[in-house]
């Protein structure tokens, strides 16, 4: 209901306050498990990310956001999970991989922190690694304009990537590096 209720007013201020644009929604899937990925550059990210899409999302968040009192509390009630960023977080990805095998939207920010430069950072493997190990398809999504109080914001939903027969049981690191890389590479085209 809170989701609901938020999704609404925010998606009419972003409209009106930041003349959003969102491009590509015929390309989310309809159902069933998606790992959603996209670039990071302000802390709107996320909420731009939320309002954008049509389906609920769940977003990995970093644990230091869980220690903030009331906002620990509003984005618990969102759907939000903590993970530990300086390690790997098992419980993080236990929570993740239950999302999704229950069809739902897990974001996640494959860089891993925001960029500062608003150019694309390396990726971090997780993203990857999720979609693997559920075996769902990843959406990437670029942002632009989120930054500042007063630019144009643009979402950019790209086709899903629906993982090849090689890509699915164990790849290794230097596969799942690969395909890290790919998901920002289509980020960087939707930017375009």
């Not at 909420?47 to 769940?58: S, Y």
């Not at 996640?108 to 390396?122: A, M, V, Y």
Request: proline share 6%; hydrophobic share 45%.
């Amino acid at each position: 209901m809170l989701y609901t209720v938020l999704r609404v007013i925010i998606r009419w201020l972003l409209l009106v306050w930041r003349r959003w644009q969102v491009k590509g929604t015929e390309h989310i899937p309809a159902g069933g498990g998606v790992v959603v990925v996209a670039n990071h550059v302000s802390n709107l990210d996320p909420v731009v990310l939320g309002c954008a899409l049509t389906r609920r999302i769940h977003f990995m968040a970093k644990v230091q956001l869980f220690k903030v009192p009331v906002l620990s509390t509003v984005i618990t009630m969102l759907g939000a999970f903590p993970v530990n960023r300086d390690k790997t977080d098992r419980h993080a990805v236990r929570r993740a991989l239950e999302l999704l095998q229950g069809g739902h939207m897990v974001g996640i920010f494959p860089e891993g922190t925001r960029s500062k430069t608003g150019d694309l950072q390396k990726p971090h493997i997780g993203a990857a690694m999720l979609a693997v190990k559920a075996d769902v398809p990843i959406l990437p999504v670029s942002l632009q304009g989120t930054r500042g109080i007063f630019n144009k914001i643009t979402v950019n939903i790209g086709e899903p990537i629906y993982l090849p027969e090689l890509w699915r049981g164990k790849p290794g690191k230097a596969e799942l590096e690969e395909l890290s890389q790919q998901l920002m590479d289509r980020i960087k085209n939707l930017m375009k």
